[in-house]
């Protein structure tokens, strides 16, 4: 019973510890990614609000940012491009990524214009789409292989942490419930043996008293206090 009691406790506890830790890990890569993708989105605004021009173009566009939006919009790989039906893709200025060429590039606007989103992902990079009247269709592509890397990389190691966690957890709820239960096991040990002890001093007398109450009834048959 008391076994039963402690493999009961053991699920349960490993139950709610695995449904734990799993939350929480999903939970800090959900946030992670939001956050990421927020600064990139932010970061892809920014730079098509100055059409993909250089950096160096856009200081005004800096007042009231902090030292971090400053240094990752400075950090920033892009590169922008026009599009219309007629001439296809036109990309504007230097390619600022350095992993990729023209051809890429261009092949990149091409998907990107035939998605018909404003804002998406191909690959590892992000764009973001704007529409003039005057100067026509712009696309503006975001390198984010080093960001997104860490997000892949933050997500496998809470995943390997948590598993760690899980098995570490399993490891120590086992133990110490068996630990727990053991004065309890103790005592009903204690208890049944307590039980049979008792039987057998009660058996014995009794035993003795029954043999001589059937001599007696033999030498005074139909005795009533016998």
């Known amino acids: 019973m008391i076994e039963k009691l402690r493999k ?24 992670n990614w939001l956050n990421v993708r927020s600064e990139m989105m932010d970061t892809l605004s920014v730079l098509a609000e100055n059409e993909g021009r250089p950096l160096e173009t856009m200081d005004s566009r800096f007042e009231g940012r902090n030292i971090h939006q400053r240094n990752r919009m400075s950090e920033s790989s892009f590169f922008a491009a026009s599009w219309s039906e007629e001439e296809g893709a036109a990309l504007q200025g230097p390619i600022r990524i350095g992993t990729i060429d023209e051809t890429e590039a261009v092949a990149m606007v091409e998907k990107a214009a035939a998605q018909g989103k404003e804002t998406g992902r191909i690959g590892d990079y992000l764009y973001i789409r704007t529409d003039d009247q005057k100067n026509g269709i712009h696309y503006v592509f975001l390198n ?50 307590f039980i049979t002890d008792a039987s057998h001093e009660l058996k014995t007398p009794l035993t003795v008293i029954s043999a001589n109450m059937d001599v007696l009834s033999l030498d005074g048959p139909g005795n009533t206090w016998i």
């Open 144 to 193: 984010g292989e080093t960001r997104l890397s860490e997000v892949r990389r933050l997500a496998v190691f809470s995943l390997v942490a948590c598993a760690a966690g899980i098995l570490l957890a399993m490891f120590a709820v086992s133990r110490f419930s068996r630990r727990a239960v053991e004065p309890i096991l103790k005592n009903e040990k204690q208890q049944k043996q």
């Open 8 to 31: 009961r406790f053991f699920r349960i506890s490993m139950i709610a510890m695995t449904a734990a830790m799993i939350l929480v890990t999903a939970g800090i890569n959900v946030i």
